[in-house]
């Protein structure tokens, strides 16, 4: 196993590519705003290259063309009751009428109680997950994503008392990660996971240069793509970005859509397309409400370097 600072010079060392590739590794982190019905049609166009989306939920976004890109289901939040079997059912009901479910995602960020994050502690978690998530395995061979925690130490923590409390009963096929940070942060981040959990496949599921410059941004963005494109053992990724610049709570600059609806630079990228030169403005309002990510980044990193 790559030691991390090994693991991160070789990242760095990686060629970057053009800027305007495709690659069937590549979603949609479908994030649902007041401009969504508009720019829904952007992201399963002709001009897309995108393959799957997931919506935080289980039942797929009407505005986005299904025969286009598969969707995968999510478990985002433990339900109030210890029966409830909501999500098992959504996704019972989805094979039924025809839709094909080949993944379905665990929790969102179990381990985080801010910014997004659904705050489940891992034997609730656990419960759930054996309850509602892996009988789809069973019934249905359907390959099931583990819980997405945050890149902050915590979340190595809490996913550990998680297998721990299935007690060999949990099954899941691949890890999902989250990012937002720099890419030497999230070259060391993939690698610890990686040598973690180094028989899973891994999915990056939420990235971005959060509050970074324009330029740092973009190099950001085509220094990741490129390498997850390299690397065997991830299979899918999504930027989280599709939004406007002017609701974006990761900052203006990371925005696949600028605030008029157009893509960024890095939205044509990633759709394959070639740069627009098309330039992302922010509202301020939306600054605070990724105030709490800051910390979790910082944590992560002076984890990793210890």
């Known amino acids: 196993m790559r030691t991390t600072t ?3 010079l070789a990242a760095l060392a990686a060629p970057l590519a053009l800027a305007q590739t495709t690659s069937s590794k590549r979603g949609l982190c479908y994030v649902n705003t007041t401009y969504s019905n508009t720019d829904d049609p952007i992201w399963d166009g002709g001009n897309s290259d995108l393959t799957w989306y997931y919506n935080y939920g289980s039942t797929p976004t009407s505005g986005i063309d299904g025969s286009k890109l598969q969707y995968i289901p999510m478990l985002w939040g433990a339900p109030p009751s210890n029966t409830d079997m909501t999500f098992y059912n959504n996704v019972k009901s989805l094979i039924a009428s ?5 993944y379905v995602l665990g929790f969102n960020e179990p381990d985080g109680c801010i910014s997004g994050g659904s705050c489940i502690d891992a ?3 656990a419960q759930t997950w054996i309850r509602e998530i892996e009988p789809l395995k069973k019934e249905h061979g359907i390959l099931l994503g583990a819980p997405a925690v945050t890149g902050s130490p915590t979340g190595f923590t809490w996913l550990q008392n998680f297998f721990t409390a299935c007690a060999g009963n949990c099954s899941a096929d691949f890890i999902p990660v989250h990012w937002y940070g720099d890419f030497e942060g999230l070259a060391s981040h993939v690698g610890q996971v990686n040598g973690t959990y180094p028989n899973m496949t891994m999915w990056i599921t939420e990235y971005a240069l959060a509050e970074g410059s324009l330029a740092d941004s973009q190099t950001f963005y085509n220094q990741s793509a490129n390498w997850f494109d390299s690397l065997d053992y991830v299979t899918h990724y999504s930027y989280f970005g599709a939004f406007r610049s002017s609701v974006s ?3 203006p600059n990371a925005a696949m859509l600028t605030q008029k609806g157009q893509l960024t630079d890095i939205g044509a990228w990633y759709l394959g397309q070639k740069a627009t030169g098309n330039t992302p403005k922010g509202g301020a309002a939306q600054v605070a409400k990724f105030a709490g990510w800051a ?3 910082l944590g992560a990193m002076m984890w990793f370097m210890t």
């Open 98 to 102: 025809g839709t094909q479910i080949k």
């Open 6 to 8: 090994t693991f991160i």
């Open 295 to 297: 910390a979790v980044v």
């Open 123 to 125: 034997q609730t978690a």
């Open 249 to 251: 709570n990761v900052g």
